[in-house]
């Protein structure tokens, strides 16, 4: 059956639009993240849409905007759902000491160990190779990266992800493809009883930590070899947190999220370091000496050996290639006590299908987290003691010893390169090509100063390329819209440089989203006297439609053919005909997630589309 990017079957099962609810699609309610516990629905699960609901009316930090009260983060609570769906095997040593029968009473309840306390040195008793990774960027396309080498290597992998862009089924993927709809409507099935349990003792395990125990008991029924962990925020106190890890790794530390993880990248490097589990080796990616010394203190007094880019490993000046990147990725001998030696001293040269000089460092992690779990693998079995050391690995021969060699064997350097190689970052500087010449449209999750300004230089970087590159031209249309909790002026003063059209929009699934009045402000703040071509269209889907040069109407019933497309108004090539130009989207995962639908249909006009998320909403 033939795929697409996103790993799913393209002739019978095509993306749906949304499985979100609205922001204000709940009656009677004022709770910012969804549903109130009292309107959850009971019984059995009549089928998907039921099992979206009720996943989406449990507490949803996600949906937290700046003023709502603090997220409650328990870790303890997350162990507990861990315990009681027979998970233990992904539980850090800490949690798994822990009665699996815990009062009752929240207040009454035992507390469980942090992490942090644990004495250093102490083995991680993880019994499946887990690769965990936090970072303000990159930690995504990391993830996907090492999934993607892992895979390549012949080994079976859970990767866990978040958000999701358009359907919740992406946060879980086995070998790149997402779960379906009825292991996803029996995940929900096989977690309520255990979650209303604990609700009647009055622990309230939120959407995320829902969605966590969920991906772990989807890779355990699936057997996986091996599971990716992307933290979903900070990294002390997420609920990814309370499982065991092989690898860590830390992408970058910027400002992001500061209401919830501190003011300084200090502050939100010390948050994301929580990840780093005593004696488990971490990969850091992190460039500025600030964070990178909270990074290596914290490593340091959890005995944890630590890999950095630059002085351990470090990546080539990339060359842009027709479709992507080439790059030499190459290893350092530590001259720095408690760095880890990779051994002998190698040179990959790296074929990357992916746009951003940035999507090299990114791959320069995932490189080394894969060539450390080789190692830690191969150390383990030389130990004679399994990667794992809690009672049920005796009975998964698949966590043998000899199992745990041949997965180590089979993470050659030759994995690595074809896996990167093939690899596919779905919303990270993702080209889409309108027919008959008409305009790119460039889709990126982009959502900080950091990462937008990665998104500009990638940008530029192409700008004046082959038309049969991966190029990019002017006019460059921006259709942006961004969360309240973002430091939209740092945004807005990267992307007027680069833009000569902006179209301000404002997502509609999410109540963080920033008021397009708001954002239209700020772009007319930073840019002061200077010209700007500046629109606001608060429905992002006809923001879109403007910025293709598109009406309604014409899009609907005359189609792209008869489109006059604004980007595409660039003076005549030499040939005499226009050059087309880029449109970009960015500001949010939310909305790259609403416009991603409409851009594919776009591209291929005839694609079915499945409305059942604006059917849930009719009921709501």
Partial sequence: MPLNCDGEKTDDDPLPLHDRPRQNDVPGTNEPHGLNPERRPTGDLAGYDEAIEYLFGRIDYERFAPGDNQPDFRL????????????????????????????????????????????????????????????????????????????????????????????????????????????????????????????????????????????ALHFQRRRCDAVVLEVGLGGR???????????????????????????????????????????????????????????????????????????????????????????????????????????????????????GHHQAENAATAISICRLLRQRLSQSVDADMPCGTSAEIDADASHAPSALRSFAERLTDEAICTGLRNVCCVGRLERFQLPDGRPTLVLDTAHNPDSILALCQAIRSRIGLKPDSAAFAHPIVLVFGTSRDKDIRAMTKQLSALADQIICTQYQTNPRAMLVEDVEAAFRETAGTAKLQLESIRDPIAALWQAIGMQHSGLRQAGIQQAQLSAGDQAPSASGDPVPGTVVVCGSFYLAGELRQEIMRLCDPDAHVDHRAERLLSRS
Avoid: W
């Fill in 76 to 215: 303890d609570r997350t162990a507990e759902l861990f315990r009681r769906l027979g998970l233990s095997r992904f539980l850090h040593k800490a949690y798994q000491q822990a009665d699996a029968n815990l009062a009752s009473s929240a207040a009454s309840q035992p507390s469980v160990p942090a992490v942090e306390s644990l004495a250093p040195g102490s083995p991680a008793p993880e019994s499946i190779p887990i690769v965990h990774v936090a970072g303000t960027k990159g930690k995504g396309s990391t993830s996907t990266m090492v999934s993607a080498i892992l895979s390549a290597a012949g080994l079976r992998v859970g990767l866990y992800t978040s958000p999701h862009l358009t359907r919740l089924n992406e946060r879980f993927r086995v070998d790149g493809i997402p779960c379906r709809d009825d292991e996803l409507t029996d995940l929900v099935a096989s977690v309520r009883p255990t979650v209303e349990t604990l609700d009647e003792e009055g622990q309230h395990a939120s959407f995320f930590e829902l969605t966590t125990a969920m991906a």
């Fill in 237 to 355: 106190l997420d609920s990814t947190n309370v499982c065991a890890s092989t690898v860590t790794a830390i992408t970058s530390i910027g400002l992001d999220h500061q209401n919830v993880l501190g003011d300084t990248v200090e502050a939100i490097a010390r948050e994301k370091a929580g990840i780093i589990k005593p004696n488990t080796p971490v990969v850091c990616g992190v460039r500025d000496p600030g964070p990178l010394n909270v990074i290596s203190d914290v490593a340091k007094t959890n005995a944890a050996p630590i890999v950095c880019v630059k002085t351990d490993y470090d990546v080539g000046r990339p060359i842009e290639t027709a479709t992507g990147l080439r790059f030499r990725y190459r290893t350092v001998e530590p001259a720095v006590p408690g760095h880890v030696k990779f051994g002998d001293s190698v040179n990959l040269d790296i074929e990357l299908p992916l746009v």
